[in-house]
C-alpha cells in the first residue's frame, strides 16, 4: 500500500494570478477616457471667477457663454461686444437654439450692474434659463 500524506488527491501546484493582462486592461481603460474626453476651453479675457462651496453643474453643449472682465467689457462667441451687439447676436442665436442657456462668466471684481445688463440682454432676448459661473472651492 502506498500511504502518501493528503488523501488520494495528487498534489497541487500553488494558483498564481498573473496581473499583466489586468494592468493592460486597466491602461487602455485609461487612454480610452483620456482621449474621449471632452475638455471645455474659455476664452482667456482675464476673468477671474468667484468661489463657492456648491458643486458645479456640468456644461452642457447648448450653453452660450458670455464673459465680463472686471473693466466690464463683454465677450461673447470669441468676440469683444458692447451690449447692443450682445442683444442682437443673443436674439439671433435664440432663434436656432430656444432651450439654451445663457452661462455668464464674471470676473469676481466685475461691477454688478454690468451683469446685471448682461442678465437683461438675454431675458430680452427670450432665454429663460440663467446660469453664473464659479469656480468650485478647494
Do not use: W
Request: glycine share 6%; proline share 5%.
Amino acid at each position: 500500500m502506498n500511504f502518501q500524506s493528503g488523501g488520494f488527491r495528487p498534489p497541487q501546484r500553488p494558483v498564481s494570478l498573473d496581473l499583466t493582462p489586468l494592468i493592460d486592461c486597466i491602461f487602455q481603460l485609461l487612454v480610452f477616457f483620456l482621449l474621449t474626453a471632452s475638455f471645455i476651453t474659455t476664452p482667456n479675457l482675464g476673468v477671474e471667477l468667484p468661489k463657492a462651496s456648491a458643486k458645479a453643474v456640468s456644461s452642457q453643449q447648448r450653453d452660450l457663454i458670455v464673459s465680463i472682465s472686471r473693466e466690464g467689457k463683454i465677450r461673447f462667441g470669441g468676440e469683444t461686444v458692447d451690449i447692443a451687439a450682445l442683444l442682437t447676436q443673443l436674439r439671433r442665436k435664440h432663434k436656432d437654439h430656444p432651450n439654451a442657456r445663457v452661462l455668464i462668466q464674471a470676473d469676481k471684481k466685475a461691477y454688478h450692474g454690468h451683469v446685471v445688463r448682461v442678465m437683461d440682454a438675454a431675458k430680452s432676448a427670450g432665454f429663460r434659463r440663467l446660469g453664473v459661473a464659479i469656480e468650485r472651492r478647494q
